[in-house]
């Protein structure tokens, strides 16, 4: 198994050439994290000599016993696992890294971006992610179509959280949708807030998130 200790060693060269990259536990993430979270990942396996490599992006909304990981690759080292004891290991994780998976990690700006990567385009296969798909509706402000979603079974633990928050919010949303008062955006913004500060803690991304606002908080 990787420790943490050679994969701070190993990494150490990729962290020194780029300043906007942050080390927490075995993640490499880009800062600074917002809504989602984009990050390199460095895995143990059963061999203390092996590792495994790849990139991901995960949204910051959602529970942290649930980490959403979307639009990701792993990369390989000439069709097999990583060695560590390999003398050119570090440069070619590094050109592996920057040519591979930055480039991609950093076209994905804004929340938008990522919405893109992590919901399917075609109808039928987002229908699957109803959850995932209502906490996006809800942190762009789209209401209307969150109380679409909330009339749905598959989003029932959702009813659940925002009315954690405040009472009967869950069904003001789904009878009112974008109608609903200033006070309710509000009380949704508090859920998705507390939602990503509980996910940077799971993460260890305390020092790396900024809370920011939603767009739900923006378009009024």
Same mark, same amino acid.
């Given at each position: 198994?990787?420790?943490?200790?050679?994969?701070? /060693?190993? @990494?150490?060269?990729? *962290?020194?050439? &780029?300043?906007?990259?942050?080390?927490?536990?075995?993640?490499?993430?880009?800062?600074? @994290?917002?809504?989602?979270?984009?990050?390199?990942?460095?895995?143990? !396996?059963?061999?203390?000599?092996?590792?495994?490599?790849?990139?991901?992006?995960?949204?910051?909304?959602?529970?942290?016993?649930?980490?959403? @990981? !979307?639009?990701? +690759?792993?990369?390989?080292?000439?069709?097999? *696992?990583?060695?560590?004891?390999?003398?050119? @290991?570090?440069?070619?994780?590094?050109?592996?890294?920057?040519?591979?998976?930055?480039?991609? *990690?950093?076209?994905? /700006?804004?929340?938008?971006?990522?919405?893109? &990567?992590?919901?399917?385009?075609?109808?039928?296969?987002?229908?699957?992610?109803?959850?995932?798909?209502?906490?996006?509706?809800?942190?762009?402000?789209?209401?209307?179509?969150?109380?679409?979603?909330?009339? +749905?079974?598959?989003?029932?633990?959702?009813? !659940?959280?925002?009315?954690?928050?405040? +009472?009967?919010?869950?069904?003001?949303?789904?009878?009112?949708?974008?109608?609903?008062?200033?006070?309710?955006?509000?009380?949704?913004?508090?859920?998705? &807030?507390?939602?990503?500060?509980?996910?940077?803690?799971?993460?260890? *991304?305390?020092?790396?998130? +900024?809370?920011?606002?939603?767009?739900?908080?923006?378009?009024?």
């Amino acid at each position: 198994m990787t420790t943490l200790r050679e994969v701070k /060693k190993l @990494v150490a060269p990729l *962290l020194a050439r &780029h300043p906007d990259l942050a080390l927490a536990e075995r993640g490499i993430f880009l800062r600074p @994290v917002h809504h989602f979270a984009r990050f390199i990942y460095v895995s143990a !396996t059963s061999s203390a000599n092996q590792f495994m490599l790849g990139w991901a992006a995960t949204a910051m909304f959602y529970p942290p016993t649930f980490v959403n @990981v !979307t639009q990701g +690759e792993t990369l390989g080292r000439k069709g097999r *696992l990583w060695l560590l004891d390999e003398p050119d @290991v570090e440069d070619e994780l590094v050109s592996n890294i920057e040519n591979r998976a930055l480039p991609k *990690l950093r076209a994905m /700006k804004t929340l938008r971006d990522y919405a893109g &990567h992590a919901l399917p385009k075609d109808p039928v296969q987002r229908s699957y992610l109803g959850r995932l798909d209502l906490r996006f509706r809800l942190a762009f402000g789209e209401l209307d179509e969150a109380a679409r979603l909330l009339s +749905e079974e598959i989003c029932a633990p959702d009813r !659940t959280i925002l009315d954690r928050e405040s +009472e009967g919010l869950s069904e003001r949303v789904k009878e009112v949708g974008a109608g609903i008062s200033a006070g309710d955006r509000e009380a949704i913004a508090r859920v998705l &807030h507390r939602l990503e500060a509980r996910m940077a803690a799971s993460l260890k *991304l305390e020092k790396i998130w +900024e809370p920011t606002p939603f767009p739900l908080e923006l378009a009024r």
